[in-house]
């Protein structure tokens, strides 16, 4: 069965750094997305990406974090100048559609030091 | 606003004994709920979903929901749980036509005893 592959799976960096979180969505889907989870609190929804560009964001994706599909398989999160509070786990997901099922990643776990 | 309020944060039950994980929702809209089930070190699989179909809705691994609109719940069951059962389970709801984020519960931890 297709599946969202997610790399790293642990990634450890110093507070002030840019990190690159990468997601290879399955590939007929048409929707991609970005979710944390803190240690301990609810899974957060960040964004979705669609045709291009962000059809949706939440307050926590500001100016901090930005999208991209640099090609027509990778979908990658960047956060810019990290932060002690940025350290959770990262699930990308992708969906066929609009308002179908979301496929997860086993996500990434990011570290601020 | 739309909410999913998980009424357990942990669940322990003994392998071969019924499982039942509670959820209650809020929606304005009429919603989609799933349940997503998140085994250690992995991502997160849909169990089942329902959107507005039939109310009883089967899932993998011989789990079921019951969508019940006059006590907007939608809790998740299993006549027998096995010792794999054993993980992180999250109620989760997405009003229909207003966006695709999902709004996830606080998740509950089902332990399995032999």
């Known amino acids: 069965e297709p599946e969202v592959t997610q790399t790293p799976s642990h990634q450890v960096t110093q507070m002030g750094q840019e990190v690159i979180l990468r997601c290879v969505p399955i590939?007929?889907?048409?929707?991609f997305y970005w979710y944390r989870q803190i240690l301990g609190q609810k899974v957060e929804f960040l964004v979705s990406?669609?045709?291009?560009?962000?059809?949706?964001k939440s307050e926590i994706f500001d100016d901090q974090f930005s999208v991209e599909r640099p090609d027509g398989s990778n979908f990658t999160l960047k956060i810019r100048s990290t932060k002690l509070e940025d350290s959770a786990m990262y699930f990308c997901?992708?969906?066929?559609?609009?308002?179908?099922?979301?496929?997860f990643g086993n996500g990434t776990r990011l570290t601020v030091t | 606003a739309q909410s999913v309020t998980q009424l357990d944060s942990h669940v322990s039950v003994s392998e071969g004994t019924p499982v039942l994980l509670r959820c209650n929702y809020s929606s304005s809209y009429s919603p989609s709920l799933f349940w997503y089930v998140q085994h250690p070190n992995k991502g997160l699989q849909l169990l089942l979903k329902y959107t507005s179909a039939a109310t009883l809705v089967k899932g993998i691994n011989g789990f079921e929901a019951e969508f019940k609109k006059s006590e907007t719940s939608f809790h998740l069951t299993k006549p027998s749980a096995h010792m794999s059962d054993a993980a992180e389970y999250f109620c989760?709801?997405?009003?229909?036509?207003?966006?695709?984020?999902?709004?996830f519960g606080k998740g509950t931890t089902l332990s399995v005893s032999s």
């Open positions: 590939s007929n889907h048409l929707y």
């Open positions: 997901a992708s969906s066929e559609a609009y308002n179908s099922p979301l496929h």
């Open positions: 989760v709801v997405t009003p229909i036509g207003t966006g695709t984020a999902l709004i």
């Open positions: 990406f669609y045709n291009n560009e962000i059809s949706e």
